[in-house]
């Protein structure tokens, strides 16, 4: 495990990437050594420095769930960040793209929480029984660390990329349809560039949700009533350029769409 100066020099560099939107190096080529608890201590330490400076948790965010995202990315293990408020919008938000480095978009179903979750043993009925509603949204990926080569630990010390989310579309409560076969078509400037089915994400999107809470639970943390989960992506992620308008299409749970300027 790498030293408490080593984190805290690592969590340094990424607030400043994150103000000056250059990323840093490759953090396992610089630490060969480094592990996944080393690159959660990282996260940590970012999230309370963030929280210090008045940014307040709204939810979580799981990555890397499904096969299309792990087939993008060469990472097989799923991964999980912070929600803050201000990482939150509305459909038909517009965003200043210069606000991200390497932006990237991906479709994905949220889960607002009426009921704590807490592990280590919660399971797919824990996640349905406490969801008050799940919604249709867009996860818009930043990059803090190099993209080149990364691993896991790379990309969980980066908050697993997490650089904004878009919500819309129409709030479903999760009994009222079947999770697994939510389907989308994701376009960039009037053109279909993705299409995808929630399956694809651990064979529901639920699953994701309990991992997390299974994850968390032995650093005695749970996911929490009022948080919103993002449960994973079932599209590879599109790249997107200032000019670009997005939108997705969900079917009978609506659309979400921005425009980045």
């Known amino acids: ?10 969590a340094d560099e990424l607030v400043q990437a994150g103000e000056t939107r250059t990323p840093v190096p490759r953090l396992t080529a610089r630490y060969p050594e480094m592990t996944v608890e080393d690159s ?3 996260q940590n330490l970012w999230r309370q420095r963030s929280e210090a400076a008045g940014r307040v948790l709204v939810g979580r965010k ?12 060469g990472i097989t293990e799923p991964d999980y960040g912070i929600i803050f408020d201000d990482m939150v919008y509305d459909s038909g938000a517009k965003l200043k793209w210069e606000d991200f480095t390497g932006a990237r978009v991906e479709m ?23 969801t008050e509603y799940v919604i249709p949204a867009l996860e818009i990926l930043d990059a803090r660390v190099e ?4 691993t896991i630990v790379d990309t ?49 999107p639920a699953a994701g949700v309990y991992w997390l809470a299974n994850k968390i639970a032995p650093h005695g943390d749970k996911l929490k009533a009022g ?7 079932f599209t590879r992620p599109m790249w997107v350029n200032a000019g670009d308008t997005v939108f997705a299409d969900y079917g009978p749970l609506g659309t979400v769409t921005c425009h980045f300027e």
Do not use: C
């Open 1 to 10: 495990m790498l030293s408490e100066e080593t984190i805290t020099a690592i």
């Open 108 to 130: 994905e179903l949220a889960f607002k929480l009426k009921k704590d979750i807490e592990g280590p043993r919660a399971n797919i009925f824990d996640v349905l029984d406490a």
């Open 227 to 233: 948080e919103i989960i993002l449960a994973g992506s």
């Open 40 to 42: 959660y201590r990282v």
């Open 62 to 73: 799981i990555g890397l769930t499904s096969r299309a995202m792990q087939m993008a990315t």
């Open 156 to 204: 969980i010390s980066d908050n697993a990329a997490m650089g904004a989310m878009v919500i819309g579309g129409n709030p479903v409560k999760p009994e009222s349809i079947d999770l697994r076969w939510v389907s989308g078509i994701l376009f960039k400037n009037q053109t279909v560039e993705e299409t995808g089915v929630a399956a694809g994400v651990l064979n529901h």
């Open 147 to 150: 993209m080149e080569g990364r």
